[in-house]
């Protein structure tokens, strides 16, 4: 089979997902973008991503409001979709129900096989196979602490993974609303990587565990540098997670959802913070970029929307970048709107409208 | 066990082979979903969480009367009965 009947080599294809269904949105030339339509239509789609570390996998969630929430995947650029042998499913014995996932992150370049998975209520689910069989990490299941553990308002979620690709040992997990949670021990055991982020909505501002983590990105040629958005500020770590500084410096809020960078110029990133109503503050829809690892951001608006009506939210998936040079940035509003950016966010376009509610973009540029 | 017709709604009809209704034998309820999930693996799933209970949008109905106001998975299926699987009204 051909992967590529559709696509030549070089397209950036995005994985749009939805609240009714998974769009992908293909260019040639980051300017001009086709919107395609896949046969994962009219369920919530929290996320896709492609894997093309063997062939071009698409995997995308399928949570459904009626019969139940399944990880999917594609060979065919979302014409045909399967189901894994053995999917997500907590054993009976945990006494746990799959409600959403939430995360697929394709595992360590020298790991091919490997995927692992998010969900609420939070668990890591991990494959070895591709994708066609997965299991619960029982480390994390099993927390001491998990009896503790409380939801965001989007749900107790694990939302965010990173396997670090210089330890096999070390992976991160974003969860709301417990905080930055580390293994060190291939998912044996895991801690409490929260010190110095703030949990407002708590009468102890500080505590070990309880925070509302929304995103988490890892430099890439750093490892022990991280950063995120939560939900009481921005901040990075040099130390994997031991300590955490602020850097919300200039930005207008420490709310937001989603937090990207762009990996050939690791100091450059991106956010898009919000107002109390959850949307743009003032009436001009705005990213904000740093050049210098957050010690100072500037508001990126040149093609964005902006006037009286403009109420435009991005939840904590809806911002990412290619991993091209200069990077190519793509933004998906909570009503609809894609925005693009083929010059690191100095110039914007809209590239697709009247989208449903968009969960997730993820951006990949085929081989 | 009596022989017992379950009717599917269109978003599962895929996973048995595209009929819109199957046959199966089951005492109760529960027995039915077993057999469903034996004649087609992960239909079980679809109805319940892992835990083996039924999801809340989805109501079965035993003739016309729905399992919810009975005896849930275990209400009783005599000989005839007719299964109803439907999607509840809701969403948005």
């Not at chain 1, 698409?58 to 459904?64: K, S, V, W, Y």
């Not at chain 1, 979709?81 to 054993?91: D, K, N, S, V």
Request: net charge negative.
């Amino acid at each position: 089979m051909s992967y590529h009947r559709s696509y030549p080599q070089g397209t950036v294809v995005l994985a749009v997902g939805t609240k009714r269904g998974l769009f992908l949105l293909s260019s040639q030339d980051r300017e001009k973008w086709q919107v395609t339509p896949t046969a994962l239509n009219g369920t919530r789609v929290f996320y896709a991503a492609f894997d093309q570390r063997s062939g071009c996998r698409l995997f995308a969630t399928d949570n459904g409001d009626f019969f139940g929430t399944f990880l999917r995947y594609s060979d065919d650029f979302g014409e045909t979709w399967q189901e894994p042998r053995r999917g997500i499913q907590f054993p009976p014995e945990s006494n746990q129900k799959l409600v959403n996932i939430w995360v697929i992150e394709p595992g360590r370049p020298n790991e091919p096989g490997t995927l692992y998975v998010g969900t609420d209520p939070a668990a890591l689910w991990i494959s070895h196979d591709h994708g066609e069989t997965w299991e619960v990490n029982d480390g994390l299941l099993s927390h001491p602490t998990r009896s503790q553990w409380g939801p965001g308002a989007g749900g107790l979620c694990l939302h965010t993974i990173i396997a670090d690709p210089t330890r096999p040992e070390r992976m991160w997990v974003g969860i709301s609303a417990v905080g930055c949670v580390r293994s060190d021990d291939g998912g044996k055991t895991w801690v409490f990587a929260n010190r110095n982020t703030r949990a407002d909505f708590q009468p102890d501002k500080y505590p070990e565990f309880g925070q509302c983590l929304h995103r988490m990105v890892q430099h890439p040629t750093q490892p022990d540098t991280l950063y995120q958005q939560n939900h009481c500020g921005i901040y990075k770590t040099f130390n994997a997670g031991d300590e955490w500084i602020d850097i919300q410096n200039n930005l207008p809020s420490d709310f937001g959802f989603p937090i990207a960078l762009d990996v050939h110029h690791p100091e450059t990133l991106f956010v898009i913070v919000e107002g109390m109503g959850r949307h743009n503050i003032g009436d001009h829809f705005t990213v904000y970029r740093t050049r210098n690892a957050g010690e100072q951001w500037e508001p990126l608006t040149q093609g964005l929307p902006a006037g009286p009506g403009v109420r435009l939210g991005v939840l904590r998936h809806g911002l990412c970048t290619d991993r091209l040079d200069p990077c190519g940035v793509y933004v998906g509003t909570n009503t609809g709107q894609l925005f693009a950016s083929r010059d690191c966010g100095d110039n914007w376009q809209l590239i697709a409208d009247f989208l449903p509610p968009i969960y997730s973009v993820t951006a990949t540029m085929l081989v | 066990m009596p022989m017992i017709t379950v009717s599917l709604p269109n978003a599962l009809r895929s996973r048995a082979g595209n009929r819109s209704s199957v046959t199966v034998s089951g005492s109760t309820v529960r027995e039915v979903i077993d057999a469903l999930e034996h004649d087609f693996p992960g239909l079980r799933f679809n109805l319940c969480y892992e835990n083996g209970e039924l999801r809340p949008y989805v109501n079965i109905f035993l003739n016309s009367d729905n399992i919810r106001y009975l005896r849930g998975l275990d209400t009783p299926i005599l000989p005839g009965a007719r299964i109803h699987i439907l999607q509840s009204v809701a969403g948005g």
